[in-house]
């Protein structure tokens, strides 16, 4: 088979076409870009076989990243795992904000519950000056993020095992950004799509979904520099709780940030 019908095959069982794009691209280890331009190339028995375990794979619902391991985050390949959440697009807010507010020359950052280090290593590799530390208290986690940090040589990142600040004793920051999990532990959302293959623990935060935020909230305070940033993402229409939490925590200058949706999804402090 070749080129065009393995896509035109693929397409067929999947229901997103541009999935046996990525899918196929991945197998072939070429951009998507040689797809379209060269569709006759013959597929070898070898690559044939891996493409339609590929799809077959997809049918059953298992994430393309999670297939491909591989996600792009800010423009950088990540190698993805079943271990860590899949770096969402959304979450380039949390690195845009971080860019737009700490204007240092030397900063230091720290990324909690860093996953594959996307946030960390898109604000590494922005500002070379900086140091940023990612943290995760899974260790397979932290063994995903550092080798994608030796994979895209960014060398002023560091990752960490810590339960949120368990292993940070004394350490302060200039900013402390965080994608945490803050799911509803019984929302409706977990049962379709991406996120039933994901790790419920990179997702899920109480009843409320705000468990994980209200810990950091509560600690955080003793590991920002004065003047220093903390900064979350969280659902969209959870702002208005964190801002809540923050003022009990005598956190000032508190403000969402709204996506280009101008859904607040990121509240600083
Ligand atoms: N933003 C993620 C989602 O939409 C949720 C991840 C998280 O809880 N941090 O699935």
């Not at 030397?106 to 070379?128: M, N, Q, R, W, Y």
């Amino acid at each position: 088979m070749n080129i065009g019908q393995a896509r035109q095959w693929a397409r067929g069982l999947l229901d997103e076409p541009t999935d046996a794009d990525y899918l196929l691209s991945a197998v072939l280890n070429k951009p998507r870009s040689f797809l379209f331009a060269f569709d006759d190339v013959v597929l070898s028995q070898e690559q044939e076989l891996q493409f339609k375990d590929a799809v077959e794979r997809r049918v059953t619902g298992e994430p393309v990243a999670y297939i491909t391991g591989v996600k792009e985050f800010w423009s950088l390949p990540l190698y993805v795992s079943p271990a860590t959440l899949i770096p969402r697009p959304e979450t380039e807010l949390l690195v845009e904000t971080v860019l737009e507010k700490v204007n240092i020359e030397k900063a230091s950052i720290c990324d909690l519950g860093t996953g594959t280090g996307a946030v960390a290593l898109a604000i590494g590799h922005e500002k070379p000056n900086w140091d940023v530390v990612g943290v995760d208290r899974i260790t397979q986690a932290v063994m995903v993020a550092s080798q994608n940090a030796a994979n895209l040589a960014i060398t002023n990142v560091d990752f960490l095992q810590s339960d949120w600040f368990s292993s940070l004793t004394g350490k302060k920051f200039d900013a402390i950004v965080t994608n945490p999990p803050y799911v509803e532990s019984d929302s409706k959302y977990l049962a379709e799509g991406d996120v039933r293959f994901e790790p419920e623990s990179a997702l899920c935060a109480g009843y409320d979904g705000l468990d994980d935020i209200r810990i950091i909230i509560e600690c955080a305070g003793t590991h920002l520099n004065h003047g220093g940033w903390l900064m979350i993402e969280h659902g969209f229409d959870q702002h208005q709780n964190v801002a809540a939490l923050l003022r009990n925590a005598d956190f000032v200058d508190i403000a969402a940030i709204e996506d280009l949706n101008l859904y607040q999804r990121v509240t600083i402090a």
